[in-house]
């Protein structure tokens, strides 16, 4: 059997043609964004898109609700598609739409994208609140209906209060460590030691702005910088979250970053010289890919066991645990 | 001609028969709320019943756009409504909304209530960030179109920012200093001078969570507020904006204070043992009673082009300069 290949952040230009590239690298789940700056009934329609293309590829992909749906795919050879927010926007000001989004299969939720929100503190605000009222109120209905936290985009003070406050597990689902490379939505060393001393996940991300030297990033390094958290952090929460965005026009990216916020364009990780998605790495083109990642982690002293863990079996251990209720 | 008395914030349980009281005060205009939770839809739908009351008490009230409405109303003894938001919720997270706003008849716009908002912080919450990126987008826009920001239920810093920020006049439109009474949602000798001296407006608050012993406070110690205002601030930018709440059961304070962003109540200015509405000073119990107030004003020694002033005529020369672009 193939180990279970999870990838915890993926936002591509869905089709049939990408569904086929996840299944040629036995993907067995990812993560992807339904909801960047969407309002609910503008995600249910992101939602109505996925049933279409559910149905109309049950040879490749599956619903991912569960752990079990992981393994179920596995079984399958399909891919288990799991549903998240990188904003919560959808949930509006209302309190009750987390049990509602859940119910629809939501399993993350992004406590603020870039900007506040009415919960936290975005990463490109200049001054961190960090929980708010409604926010501390959200994390005790996330926890309570089994929907993960995510502080991907968020600020370091709201970020660390989350750890804090959650009384389950959040993650990161897309990042990488500062002191690997110093980027503004990497995180910091506290933050990731706060985050997997309380048994969250870390999901190493592949976009080229969060990488040490951008899009001419070596697998070595890349793999090296693994292998220096696992030492800082143990092995045991640690993922992948590739951010990986097929076949996106650059439009995408600027909805990402300006949302309906902002009448002028912000460049967000971009710049004016680069607005558009960098490059991706050479050896990390698209889904095609997961083969050289894993050669990249043997090559920097990981065992099979490990490598197993870092590309899925932690994944895999963290969604058996903290979808749903606590049982 | 009588006085223009223009009361800057009210939220009865509308009616005829509250217009009627309206107009036996000579009720010149009012400013009162058409949101506090709603979306950009459910606030239409506010909008939606105001038409009816237009075209339904054509006699006693007309809508108000322009100062100058204000003038028409007094010519036809009528009273002129302006709209306004007491939280940034109808705009939801669309910078263009403003504008649509304001095309709807929307003249001034809270940046926040109690809670953090997209924009600003709210006096509620434990930790305040100042503008936020869309705040600071907002202001801007806000400016442009001629739609005034209102503070009054906005943190200090948040505040601060947004008189500095704004490059016109901002209001605090039901509020009043702490150092006459220490409430939460009374304001800074710091902000009432910056607000001031920035050419915005004060509405002295009839709400009795915001005088000094609650309803029993004295017309007297009211009005002796007010004078003391007058000396510090000068009297060009003070005004009314009682908070009145006629009629309006106590589930709609409980809508105000918890909206949808909790399931466990929150009592904001009230408490356990009084978590309704309070019950009003006896010298002011609803629009039947603005003679006192006059009277008030008289017997602390203001003349009568002063009462003038405080009670209407430094809101309509606001209203004059600050509805719509700048000529």
Redesign the interface.
């Known amino acids: 059997m193939v180990i279970p290949l999870i990838d915890d952040l993926q936002y591509c230009n869905w089709s049939t043609e990408i569904f086929r590239q996840l299944r040629k690298s036995n993907v067995t789940a990812i993560h992807t964004t339904v909801a960047y700056?969407e309002?609910f009934r503008e995600m249910v329609s992101n939602l109505g898109a996925w049933n279409c293309w559910f149905e109309q590829n049950p040879d490749l992909i599956i619903k991912g609700l569960t752990g079990n749906d992981v393994r179920l795919a596995q079984k399958q050879n399909k891919t288990a598609v799991f549903f998240g927010f990188q904003n919560p926007?959808p949930i509006?000001?209302?309190?009750?739409l987390i049990e509602i989004c859940f119910q629809l299969g939501i399993r993350f939720m992004q406590l603020t994208y870039n900007?506040?929100?009415?919960l936290a503190?975005g990463v490109?605000?200049s001054?961190?609140?960090?929980l708010?009222?409604?926010?501390q109120?959200a994390i005790l209905?996330m926890n309570r209906v089994g929907l993960v936290i995510d502080m991907s985009h968020s600020a370091e003070r709201s970020t660390l209060e989350a750890i804090d406050f959650s009384t389950r597990p959040i993650v990161i689902s897309h990042a990488n460590p500062v002191w690997w490379h110093p980027a503004r939505r990497n995180k910091s060393d506290n933050v990731l030691r706060a985050l997997t001393a309380n048994e969250g996940m870390i999901g190493f991300s592949l976009y080229p702005h969060h990488l040490r030297d951008g899009s001419n990033c070596s697998l070595e390094s890349f793999c090296e910088m693994i292998a220096e958290a696992a030492s800082r952090y143990g092995i045991n929460q640690l993922g992948l979250g590739s951010d990986l965005c097929t076949g996106q026009p650059d439009q995408v990216v600027e909805w990402m970053r300006v949302?309906?916020?902002?009448?002028t364009i912000?460049y967000g990780e971009g710049s004016k010289s680069q607005p558009g998605f960098p490059t991706m790495p050479q050896w990390f083109r698209d889904n095609r890919d997961w083969e050289n990642i894993k050669q990249g982690l043997q090559h920097v002293g990981f065992n099979t066991n490990e490598i197993t863990m870092i590309m899925g079996g932690n994944w895999l251990k963290f969604y058996d645990d903290n979808f749903g209720s606590v049982k």
Do not use: A, V
């Open positions: 700056h309002s926007s509006e000001d209302d309190l009750r900007n506040q929100s009415l503190t490109y605000e001054s961190d609140t960090g708010t009222r409604f926010g109120q209905e949302g309906r916020w902002s009448k912000d």
